[in-house]
């Protein structure tokens, strides 16, 4: 069922409500998973703490286990926890030529990575992109780049022997300039944990390139010290974004939520093998599911809420045909569009509602109408709001009063109710209902 119709039986679905020990139970699974998947303790100590607080009392679904109830809602807060602002995968390269810094220790997959990216950005974005390696302790660390270069036809620096980082970065710089490129990379030595010389080395050249992105490329196989890697070099250098690497391995991915929670920078990208595109656009849905290697019962769960709707709305869709819509269901339809924003939401929400839509906005109707209209149901009672065709004149001053409004109002809403009520009727009856609502699903 689209989300659109969502929250309309968000109240149905209740069935039960998950006790403290339900989500006790649950979260002691949970955290084992976590810490399993190289979640560090801390983080999944907190990351528990805030579940349980929110899973008590939440509403179990019928036919799953309240255990795996927790488990879905586990798996939606690690999705919220993961994702970021904005689209991971857009880098902020307007205004060319803009730099690039891929900072990150030796062997995290650097170099691979500033091939993987410059190949993306060329293809996908049509951009033209200059590589640099200003890698100056390894033997042969420029060649590789180089010969990367050739291999998917992304242009590098030519090489110099002698020059300093600084000076090759500001080569770069000229030579984007000159050359007309969108976007220039500088790839980074590395060490094999950080030292000040590194850091030194480093902030020399950011200082010098002033780069819009500067991702920190880390081992995701590696846990906890990706972590700390990303603390240190955050610090030091400040970094836009994280790519992490060697997710084609075993790891579980914990790397990623403690990257997330303790530095809070964006996981922009994924490595996924050696090849030149095996980069992904990080996924938080992915990683969850692979974090807590539940996946299944993840989706067990989505399926039986899922199922629950569609009950809900075939026993709705029936009532409708009967031409039982009542105060009641138009007030659901009116919470729900203006949830979604006003008449825009209302399209395609139920059988022609697209009509009503434009009707509606040729005759002003805007969200303090909808307000107007709500507040003229609540103002009616039980009974009245189930069979509004008793309504006769003093009921209806009493009920415009009751909301502050005036009678016109009430019968504009009346009037409203019955077209609504008498379309559904007969698209009930040639079957349209029930396929306009299939579509819905
Ligand atoms: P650098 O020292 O940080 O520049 O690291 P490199 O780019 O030279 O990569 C080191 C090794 O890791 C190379 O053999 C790469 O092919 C490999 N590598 C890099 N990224 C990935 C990845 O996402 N998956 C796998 N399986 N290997 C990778
Ligand atoms: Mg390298």
Do not use: C, W
Not at 258 to 266: E, I, L, N, Q, Y
Not at 423 to 435: A, D, I, S, T, V
């Amino acid at each position: 069922l689209s989300e659109r119709l969502g929250g309309v039986f968000e109240r149905l679905t209740k069935q039960g409500a998950l006790s403290e020990d339900d989500v006790k139970t649950a979260l002691r699974e949970v955290r084992v998973a976590l810490l399993e998947a190289d979640v560090s303790l801390p983080v999944a100590r907190d990351f528990v703490g805030r579940v349980q607080e929110k899973a008590t009392g939440q509403a179990v679904t019928k036919s799953v286990t309240p255990g795996q109830q927790v488990v879905k809602i586990v798996h939606d807060e690690l999705v919220a926890t993961l994702t970021g602002e904005g689209d991971p995968g857009t880098l902020k390269i307007d205004n060319p030529p803009a730099p690039i810094l891929m900072v990150g220790l030796q062997g995290g997959g650097k170099t691979t990575t500033t091939a993987k990216l410059a190949k993306r950005l060329t293809e996908r974005e049509g951009k033209r992109v200059l590589m640099a390696s200003l890698d100056v302790n390894r033997p042969a660390a420029m060649e590789q780049l180089q010969i990367l270069g050739v291999q998917i036809g992304v242009d590098t620096l030519p090489i110099v022997k002698g020059e300093t980082p600084v000076a090759i970065a500001k080569r770069a710089k000229t030579q984007a300039s000159l050359g007309g490129y969108d976007v220039y990379m500088l790839d980074t030595a590395g060490r094999l944990s950080i030292d000040d010389e590194l850091m030194a080395q480093v902030e020399a050249v950011r200082d010098v390139a002033n780069p819009r992105e500067t991702l920190l490329v880390v081992d995701g196989l590696t846990g906890q010290d990706a972590v700390t890697t990303a603390e240190n070099f955050d610090e030091r250098i400040g970094i836009t974004g994280v790519v992490l690497t060697r997710m084609d391995g075993d790891g579980r991915g914990g790397a990623a939520l403690s990257m997330r929670a303790v530095t809070g920078k964006p996981i922009r990208f994924v490595g996924l093998g050696e090849k030149m595109d095996a980069l992904e656009t990080f996924e938080p849905d992915r990683i969850a599911g692979r974090i807590l290697g539940m996946g299944d019962i993840v989706s067990l769960v989505e399926k039986a809420q899922e199922t629950i709707e569609a009950e809900q709305a075939e026993r709705m869709m029936k009532r409708f045909q009967k031409g039982q819509f009542n105060m009641n269901d138009l007030r659901m339809q009116l919470d729900q569009m203006l949830k979604m924003g006003g008449m825009e939401g209302m399209m395609g929400m139920l059988p022609g509602a697209k009509k009503m839509a434009a009707q509606a906005q040729g005759a002003g109707i805007d969200d303090k109408m909808l307000k107007r209209q709500i507040a003229l149901i609540q103002s009616m009672t039980k009974k009245e709001r189930a069979a509004p065709q008793i309504l006769q004149a003093s009921r209806k001053k009493r009920i415009a009063a009751g909301a502050g409004l005036e009678v016109r109002e009430l019968n504009q809403l009346l009037k409203m109710h019955r077209q609504m009520s008498d379309m559904m009727k007969k698209m009930g009856k040639g079957g349209m209902l029930k396929q306009a609502m299939k579509g819905m699903m």
